[in-house]
């Protein structure tokens, strides 16, 4: 189809895919599958509102009507919903006029919904309707069932094309990089926090507490984090899970240097100290509120150290519908553009069961399965977290480089070891060897260094099989994952919270990135 695409190396935690694989770019082509002249378009919004989703309706209508000359562009109401007998009563025609002034506004000119419906049903509605083309704005969900109407009109074997475009706030969808909406996300979140920080410091031993939206991955706390100038002082995300006490601890820390805390959270956090709530339309676990559970939980902590913090205070920010509603930042808006005019391109050359992506500085055409086949987290060994956790409260001695979800422990203490991790980074070290000797890079310094790794992990199992799954906490810092096995450091507790940032380490160092180039 096409000569080009975007490499890109697939970990093995995302499953056993060829390193090889590649991405096709999004682009526009000299021959196109669809009349303009002869084409109906049809666009739906669905699951929760984000930032962009205006500037995405605009841009597609723009390139639909001004670049491809197309005469009819219909818009379905509130979802799928729309798509059904009774909801496409409600079907506005789309045109400049339209959505002229759409961007300057949060939300969506269409209305959204949550939940699916039968894809048999909406497949006879694009019928109906003489619909060619139908662009699906929405996350996860909405791809998946984007992907429901794509196999029946295969199946059919009708002449339609099913495209998506990738919409979710937390930028949590996997395989592609960035998401619009996000970079507004994060300047309105580094405003709630700068908002927290004045309440924090204008007080003795004040406290703000900000909940941040992030269902299942913790990205825009993060980045929020380090965007707001080391005004957070504790971070919490879904993939650091730490326990109550280990915050209070965080916040004693801060409170020993300066009588102020900032605390930003992410709303999946914590999801284990609170009740199942069940799910809601879309299929999705409904969250307890871990912001309001963390403001009571702290205050009622605070009250137990009047001795030590004689005047607190706690002021508590839940800015997530307040961010959702607002209209993107120029960034943002550009972008949008951009995702919506390829998503165009490649529709009216036929392609279909796909969604606009962006990856290493290309908009890229991936299958639809292979996005929803998982979900897109922050790696807590990578860069990003790494960057948080040297600007953020460790209950260690010290700052950076440390962990801050890891409690301080005392020399005579004992602490759980999960077995489960010492097997899953005994299996990461075998594909790892695999990764090395499959790209050709493998050389006797390389095999030592993987034999070394293995040998390790085997003494740790051995050990930890001899202690009934408890690891004492005594010894020295221990050397590093290549280290000798048989020193008596090894069994520290300092070994396993740095395991898995020395194999991310190792990893690199022994494997060779893949590069942008000809498929």
């Known amino acids: 189809r096409r000569v080009h695409g975007v490499l890109y190396q697939v970990t093995h935690e995302m499953g056993d895919l060829d390193p090889s694989l590649s991405f096709t770019v999004a682009c526009s082509h000299r021959m196109v599958h669809f009349n303009p002249c002869n084409t109906t378009i049809g666009i739906v919004s669905c699951g929760g509102l984000c930032l962009g989703l205006n500037d995405v309706i605009r841009a597609l209508v723009y390139q639909c009507l001004d670049n491809y000359g197309c005469q009819k562009l219909l818009g379905f109401q509130y979802g799928f919903y729309g798509?059904?007998?009774?909801?496409?009563?409600?079907?506005?025609?789309?045109?400049?006029?339209?959505?002229?002034?759409?961007?300057?506004?949060?939300?969506?000119?269409?209305?959204?919904?949550?939940?699916?419906?039968?894809p048999h049903v909406?497949?006879?509605?694009?019928?109906?309707?003489?619909?060619?083309?139908?662009?699906?704005?929405?996350?996860?969900?909405?791809?998946?069932?984007?992907?429901?109407?794509?196999?029946?009109?295969?199946?059919?074997?009708?002449?339609?094309?099913?495209?998506?475009?990738?919409?979710?706030?937390?930028?949590?969808?996997?395989y592609i990089e960035r998401t619009f909406g996000f970079d507004t996300?994060?300047?309105?979140?580094?405003?709630?926090?700068?908002?927290?920080?004045?309440?924090?410091?204008?007080?003795?031993?004040?406290?703000?507490?900000?909940?941040?939206?992030?269902?299942?991955?913790?990205?825009i706390t993060a980045q929020a984090t380090l965007a707001s100038a080391?005004?957070?002082?504790?971070?919490?995300?879904?993939?650091?899970?730490?326990?109550?006490?280990?915050?209070?601890?965080?916040?004693?820390?801060?409170?020993?240097?300066?009588?102020?805390?900032?605390?930003?959270?992410?709303?999946?956090?914590?999801?284990?100290?609170?009740?199942?709530?069940?799910?809601?339309?879309?299929?999705?676990?409904?969250?307890g509120d871990i912001g309001i559970f963390l403001r009571d939980e702290i205050t009622k902590w605070l009250k137990t150290q009047t001795g030590k913090y004689p005047e607190t205070?706690?002021?508590?920010?839940?800015?997530?519908?307040?961010?959702?509603?607002?209209?993107?930042?120029?960034?943002?808006?550009?972008?949008?553009?951009?995702?919506?005019?390829?998503?165009?391109?490649?529709?009216?050359f036929g392609s279909s069961g796909c969604i606009i992506g962006y990856w290493a500085d290309n908009f890229t055409c991936v299958p639809t399965p292979l996005v929803t086949s998982t979900r897109k987290e922050v790696d807590v060994t990578g860069k990003l977290w790494m960057a948080v956790r040297e600007m953020t409260v460790s209950t260690r001695r010290g700052r950076v480089g440390l962990d801050a979800s890891v409690p301080e422990l005392e020399s005579d203490a004992t602490t759980p070891v999960v077995p489960h991790t010492i097997r899953r980074l005994s299996t990461k070290i075998q594909d790892l060897q695999?990764?090395?000797?499959?790209?050709?890079?493998?050389?006797?310094?390389?095999?030592?260094?993987?034999?070394?790794?293995?040998?390790?992990?085997?003494?740790?199992?051995?050990?930890?099989?001899?202690?009934?799954?408890?690891?004492?906490?005594?010894?020295?810092?221990?050397?590093?994952?290549?280290?000798?096995?048989?020193?008596?450091?090894?069994?520290?507790?300092?070994?396993?919270?740095?395991?898995?940032?020395?194999?991310?380490?190792?990893?690199?160092r022994l494997t060779r990135p893949l590069r942008v180039g000809t498929a």
């Open 434 to 508: 695999m990764e090395v000797q499959s790209q050709g890079s493998s050389n006797a310094h390389k095999d030592q260094q993987i034999t070394q790794m293995q040998d390790y992990i085997s003494s740790l199992e051995r050990r930890l099989t001899n202690n009934n799954s408890r690891l004492p906490v005594v010894g020295p810092k221990p050397n590093a994952v290549s280290g000798n096995p048989g020193h008596h450091g090894d069994t520290d507790e300092h070994l396993l919270e740095t395991l898995e940032n020395k194999y991310a380490l190792q990893k690199k």
């Open 122 to 174: 909406m497949a006879d509605t694009l019928v109906r309707l003489g619909v060619n083309i139908l662009f699906c704005i929405g996350g996860d969900g909405t791809q998946r069932g984007a992907y429901s109407i794509h196999k029946v009109c295969r199946e059919r074997g009708l002449d339609i094309s099913v495209v998506g475009i990738p919409k979710t706030i937390d930028n949590d969808i996997a």
């Open 313 to 348: 205070t706690l002021k508590y920010i839940d800015p997530s519908y307040t961010i959702r509603s607002c209209p993107a930042t120029s960034n943002d808006a550009g972008f949008c553009t951009q995702i919506a005019n390829h998503a165009v391109h490649e529709a009216f």
């Open 83 to 118: 798509l059904t007998p009774k909801g496409s009563e409600s079907i506005i025609q789309l045109s400049h006029s339209s959505v002229d002034k759409a961007h300057h506004s949060g939300g969506t000119i269409l209305g959204t919904s949550r939940g699916p419906q039968d």
């Open 185 to 219: 996300a994060v300047a309105e979140a580094v405003r709630a926090l700068e908002a927290a920080y004045c309440e924090a410091s204008s007080h003795l031993y004040g406290i703000g507490l900000v909940k941040l939206m992030g269902r299942h991955s913790g990205f």
């Open 230 to 287: 080391q005004c957070v002082h504790i971070c919490l995300i879904p993939e650091k899970d730490i326990p109550l006490d280990t915050i209070f601890k965080l916040i004693e820390k801060r409170f020993s240097s300066r009588m102020y805390c900032v605390i930003a959270v992410a709303e999946g956090f914590g999801q284990n100290l609170l009740l199942n709530t069940g799910k809601d339309a879309s299929g999705n676990a409904k969250l």
